[in-house]
């Protein structure tokens, strides 16, 4: 399948260690009726720039469109998405990951508000957002779109707050690759199960509980989309998960689907997405 294709940026020294991706995506048409059109949870927040007709995505039951030109946050995603190009024609879209780490530094609002949808940034920032849309619209190339793209997040992280306690847990989880109990979080910190997820419901948009059990499937989903032998999956699913229905019920909760269905499915969207 060659008609789309991801094109991996590394992200200015500054921001690498908040921004987990940066890709530019083109595709010349809608994806063919076959591919799943599938994006799988990968504990990312998302920025995104549709400079070249605009994106038709589902997450979960609802449908959002990114219009071209349109500056769009996705928020912490814990459902299958599918997109498609909104039109049957070239597009051209620039997508900045952040890590768990990244989105609560540069943008001052609560992520909770945001979660599981994608919404335009004008919405949420106003004035300030206004000017640099203005500004990627009249660039001539992705390159300079970029470039404005990446000064503004820096400008950004000038006025950037760590938050240690947060950080702490987050780093926690992503070292633990996501099997560290609440409870050790809690003893850890000195703080109770209901403040942390206050303030993860704030700088991240859900749960530590439920950041642990995306990270958790992201290990099996990176290895299965970098072609992982079976019998290597097998050894993974019982590292992560209790047993084999443990297992299926998070298969089907962050794909849709099942691992068989899956696997005789065209997935392509998916693995280029995620291996990356």
């Keep these: 399948m060659g008609n789309f294709r991801f094109n991996s940026i590394t992200p200015h020294p500054l921001l690498s260690a908040y921004v987990a991706?940066?890709?530019?995506?083109?595709?010349?048409?809608?994806?063919?009726?076959?591919?799943?059109?599938?994006?799988?949870?990968?504990?990312?927040?998302?920025?995104?720039?549709?400079?070249?007709?605009?994106?038709?995505?589902?997450?979960?039951?609802?449908?959002?469109?990114?219009?071209?030109n349109e500056l769009t946050l996705t928020g912490l995603i814990d459902t299958p998405v599918t997109?498609?190009?909104?039109?049957?024609?070239?597009?051209?879209?620039?997508?900045?990951?952040?890590?768990?780490?990244?989105?609560?530094?540069?943008f001052k609002i609560s992520l909770d508000e945001v979660s599981n949808?994608?919404?335009?940034?004008?919405?949420?920032?106003?004035?300030?957002?206004?000017?640099?849309?203005?500004?990627?619209?009249?660039?001539?190339t992705p390159e300079l779109?970029?470039?404005?793209?990446?000064?503004?997040?820096?400008?950004?992280?000038?006025?950037?707050?760590p938050d240690a306690i947060f950080d702490y847990c987050v780093d926690r989880i992503s070292s633990s690759k996501g099997l560290i109990p609440m409870a050790t979080l809690e003893k850890?910190?000195?703080?109770?199960?209901?403040?942390?997820?206050?303030?993860?419901?704030?700088?991240?948009?859900?749960?530590?509980?439920?950041?642990?059990?995306?990270?958790?499937?992201?290990?099996?989903?990176?290895?299965?989309?970098?072609?992982?032998?079976?019998?290597q999956l097998k050894q993974l699913v019982y590292e992560y998960y209790y047993d084999q229905s443990h297992f299926l019920r998070a298969f089907r909760r962050f794909t849709g689907t099942t691992p068989t269905e899956l696997q005789n499915s065209v997935n392509e969207l998916s693995i280029r997405n995620f291996a990356g």
Excluded: C
């Excluded at 059109?37 to 549709?50: R, S």
């Excluded at 948009?205 to 290895?223: C, D, H, M, W």
């Design 188 to 231: 850890a910190t000195g703080y109770t199960s209901r403040w942390l997820q206050k303030k993860f419901a704030q700088n991240l948009g859900t749960s530590p509980k439920n950041l642990a059990e995306i990270v958790r499937f992201k290990q099996f989903y990176q290895a299965y989309s970098t072609g992982t032998p079976a019998h």
């Design 117 to 140: 949808q994608i919404v335009d940034m004008t919405a949420l920032v106003g004035t300030t957002v206004k000017k640099i849309q203005s500004q990627l619209t009249d660039a001539a």
């Design 145 to 161: 779109k970029l470039q404005l793209l990446q000064n503004f997040l820096l400008k950004q992280l000038e006025t950037a707050t």
């Design 21 to 68: 991706k940066l890709w530019i995506f083109e595709s010349t048409g809608r994806l063919p009726t076959s591919e799943r059109k599938l994006i799988v949870p990968n504990a990312n927040l998302k920025l995104t720039l549709t400079y070249r007709n605009g994106i038709a995505a589902r997450v979960g039951n609802n449908p959002f469109l990114q219009r071209e």
């Design 83 to 106: 997109l498609d190009p909104q039109e049957d024609a070239d597009t051209g879209t620039i997508i900045v990951e952040f890590n768990p780490l990244g989105a609560y530094r540069l």
